[in-house]
């Protein structure tokens, strides 16, 4: 058992050296020391928000545990908030971060992966993050989805909206907004459906909206609007993902995405990158954006084509 003090709390792991990542080695205990040393960034990325847990209580290589619910005889200092699930009638009480100690807790439950939603625990049904997230075909490489981003990053200086950028962990990009958390997430998928519809008119042989498989043509790269939907999570930022070579969820520049590579970004890489930059994600929540020229296409696109998504 190794006893860590973080932020004035003593969290005991059990067996910390357990191998979690088998291309290296890394154990329990050096998952733990990289989220200490990304700790402003992951609390950033979680803090006050109901986050499912992907626990790996074998190391990655063995089961992965979906965890909505706070596990059984966790201390009563880890924060919680209930929410709902209409389509089950029941409730749940998810972790809620508010502290580096929090998540290095949940490490000792195994938790690899952080999913938060995009709403907080002060309402949790208003949204207050706008999330666009590039999702490629299975034949589609990186370079691709660069071109993409470059589209987004443009169709997001035409509105004003800043948007904050990191790679997926796989072989995806995700962008961030930030938005007052004014709307329901049928407005907020309705606006980035529109969004979505935008960039795909921009670079038509590149992007697709289609939301069936089967009619998304080879080589694009689908810009999901839907993990917009209540209740649907991605990996945060800082988040390791749940592979061998233990690839981490990476904010990056804009300028960057030209010649990163997904897997530049692993628990042996980002603690040092974290020193010398810090969070990429501090600033968003000075940068809102107000969803309402989204609504007023998603208005427009519905007119003219009807099949925008119901809210």
Known sequence: MAELEVDGRVVRLTNPDRVYFSARGE???????????????????????????????????????HQKRLPKGAPD?????????????????????SSVADVVWAVQMSTVEFHPWNSRAADVESPDEWRIDLD???????????????????????LGAVGFPKTSGGKGLHVYV????????????????AFAREVERR??????????????????VFVDYNQNTRDHTIASAYSVRGTPLGIVSAPVRWD??????????????????????????????????DLSPLL????????????????
């Open 77 to 97: 200092w880890v924060p919680t908030v209930r929410v709902r699930f209409p389509r089950y009638n029941r409730t749940a009480d998810e972790l809620c971060v």
């Open 136 to 158: 490629p075909m299975p034949d589609v490489g990186f370079s691709t989805v660069r071109e993409v981003a470059g589209v987004v990053h443009e169709v997001l200086d035409d």
């Open 27 to 65: 154990t329990k205990l050096d998952l733990a020391h990289y989220y200490l040393a990304v700790g402003p960034g992951i609390v950033n990325a979680l803090r006050n928000r109901p986050c499912m847990m992907h626990r790996f209580p074998t190391g990655v290589d063995g089961e992965k545990v």
């Open 203 to 220: 670079a038509p042989q590149l992007v697709t909206t289609a939301w069936w498989r089967k009619d998304r043509a080879p080589g694009t």
């Open 178 to 193: 930030r938005i007052a958390p004014e709307h329901s997430f049928g407005e907020v998928r309705r606006a980035a459906w």
């Open 256 to 289: 960057e995405i030209t010649d990163v590579e997904p897997g530049d970004f692993t628990i042996a890489t980002m603690p040092a990158r974290f020193a010398e930059i810090g969070d990429l994600h501090a600033g968003i929540d000075e940068a809102v954006f």
């Open 296 to 311: 007023e296409w998603a208005d427009r696109d519905d007119a003219e084509e009807p099949g925008a998504p119901e809210v």
